[in-house]
């Protein structure tokens, strides 16, 4: 059993599009040797008072500019990864890793929506250099190894759900 205060609170989203390939984006904030292993779903803290779905709304927009989702479903479990201790500067060594209850989101719009600097958002908080839709078999590769196993799962739990699309 984890200890929940030490996980910080998160959500994260898995957005299929209508070819049910997987949005993901790369990370311009952190230094890795590989370069290929920066891409990531979309994800982040859930602010005090606020539901798991209201943030992960909020998290998705303000790192995407995505407005038009459809929420398919929400994850049965949270999901908890351990950060590295090289990254606890990083959260101010209040956290050792996320716990995370995912969504997978259908995005209903056009690509033109994408915008990596939102307008209530600015440059110094972007989260991606660039994006992409990409299939669900090709995504655990191109992970940060911390998170893998986060990722197999919620690729596992949502694999289902593809065959719905058409009838969203």
Same mark, same amino acid.
């Given at each position: 059993?984890?200890?929940?205060?030490?996980?910080?609170?998160?959500?994260?989203?898995?957005?299929?599009?209508?070819?049910?390939?997987?949005?993901?984006?790369?990370?311009?904030?952190?230094?890795?040797?590989?370069?290929?292993?920066?891409?990531?779903?979309?994800?982040?803290?859930?602010?005090?008072?606020?539901?798991?779905?209201?943030?992960?709304?909020?998290?998705?927009?303000?790192? +995407?500019?995505?407005?038009?989702?459809? +929420?398919?479903?929400?994850?049965?479990?949270?999901?908890?990864?351990?950060?590295?201790?090289?990254?606890?500067?990083?959260?101010?060594?209040?956290?050792?890793?996320?716990?995370?209850?995912?969504?997978?989101?259908?995005?209903?719009?056009?690509?033109?929506?994408?915008?990596?600097?939102?307008?209530?958002?600015?440059?110094?908080?972007?989260?991606?250099?660039?994006?992409?839709?990409?299939?669900?078999?090709?995504?655990?590769?191109?992970?940060?190894?911390?998170?893998?196993?986060?990722?197999?799962?919620?690729?596992?739990?949502?694999?289902?759900?593809?065959?719905?699309?058409?009838?969203?």
């Amino acid at each position: 059993m984890k200890d929940d205060e030490l996980y910080r609170p998160c959500v994260g989203a898995m957005i299929i599009n209508e070819d049910n390939k997987v949005w993901l984006g790369k990370r311009i904030n952190i230094v890795h040797p590989e370069a290929n292993l920066l891409w990531q779903m979309p994800q982040g803290g859930i602010d005090p008072g606020e539901s798991p779905e209201e943030a992960v709304y909020r998290e998705v927009y303000e790192e +995407t500019g995505i407005k038009n989702l459809k +929420t398919i479903c929400m994850s049965d479990y949270w999901y908890y990864y351990d950060i590295p201790s090289a990254m606890y500067e990083k959260v101010k060594g209040k956290y050792i890793g996320q716990r995370q209850k995912w969504f997978l989101l259908f995005h209903d719009g056009d690509d033109d929506e994408i915008n990596l600097i939102p307008e209530n958002n600015n440059e110094l908080h972007q989260e991606f250099s660039e994006w992409k839709w990409e299939l669900r078999e090709n995504i655990v590769h191109q992970v940060i190894n911390f998170k893998r196993e986060t990722y197999l799962k919620v690729l596992e739990e949502f694999k289902d759900y593809n065959i719905f699309i058409n009838q969203i």
